[in-house]
């Protein structure tokens, strides 16, 4: 097995667009003697880390070769009725970064022996991007293995028939050895959260068509906005286009759409990209953003109108203090993630759902979500408040004393009872860990200069054309 390479380990500058603001105000003020120092931080990512092992330690001695653990039961769990080896494809970056080399080894080693896409099973084409093609891609970037890449283009070109509808929006599933399609009713997280890996694809192969039919579907998108408000809707059909739901938010099902307007900017530099960020990102401020009592939320709201119709905000919708962080905006930024520290410390750690103007949990469940700590590391590293790694500290401690079991770490099925559920999804240790440690490492433990993270926090290097 080849040699991990270190290449998002090189010590640059983190470059954003955003210029570095003050430190923004919060609810409780941090003296300097209550900020964390270099040694405290360093040692917090050590704890992660030993963490992130005894996680991987559930997978690797109950579910080994499955897509993942039920750490409560300690048996495997997968997806369909083949596996397709979601927890190791999914965590090999993680692993790698987090320099858990032996596990690394082992995890890259079952997924070059074992993992085959030539299954006849239907798949979810959302989450078949973000998980195995986003892993596959970011670990062939950073351990040099063509298996790996070969792999993640064998998926693309199964998966590739989902374009083939009368929108060009894909259909939600795909069967992996037939290329036979369905599934209508999709979202605009599911159309319009596929360009980072099949553009990254497209540059790593030489092969124009994967960017341009996810570029499509991100475009077909935008153009289906309302034409008063800007704003999309959560359900579409992509046999005629028709929204089939039409409340606006960022959360479940709309979030990693606008993620991606962003991101594409600045892993392709695509002007197209920056303009439907810029458009879109201006609706949202205005029909979404909720100001109560001085605290800032993100509601939902007709599509067509704008008209506010929820006051909920979640645990998926907190992924937006770090996008608005990324894409130049930190005051807002930092008002929002407040917020959300607000919703976890309301329990002790986040629901899925609160109504923000009851402060009233709608839905209980925690599984394992990063989307917060997504958040705070955005911010740790671009206003350099001491506030956001403390905010860290309260959130992993919280998250420990909850979610870890003895062999592993297990989703929580009501936050307001602690009661745990009996599922390990394969993102706690793509995202929450890695998010987690990269919140205490010093900058320079990945270069955001040349990296772009996926929704599933799989960091794409740029590739120039043709490379
Ligand atoms: C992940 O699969 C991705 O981050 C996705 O965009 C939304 N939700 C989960 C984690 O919460």
Redesign the pocket.
Known sequence: MKKIAPLLLIALCTVFTAKASPPSPGPKAISADTAMTDAQAAKMALRVRAEAQHAWQGYRKYAWGHDDVKPLSRQPHDWYAETLLMTPVDALDTLILLGLKDEADDAHKLIVDKLSFDKDIYVSHFETT??ELGGLLSAYQLTGDPKLLKLADDLATRMLPVFDSPTGLPWTQVNLRTGQVRGYESNP?ETG?LLLEYGTLARLTGKPVYYDKAKHALVETFKRRAPKTGLVGDAIDVRTGAWTHTSAHVG?GI??YYEYLWKCWKLFGDKDCLAMWKTSIASINTYLADDVDGSLWYGHADMATGQRTESYYGS?DAFLPGLLAYSGDVPRAARLQDSGFRMWQLHGIEPERLDYRKMKVVSAGYPL???IIESAWYLQRLDGNPKWRLQGKQMFDDFVRYARTDDGYTAIANVVTKQQADHMES?ALA?TFKYFWLLFSPKDALNLDQVVMN??AHPLRRVEAGK
């Open positions: 973000i998980r997280a959260t479940g979030d990693s998926l979500r990063p989307e993102f995202e929704t599933e």
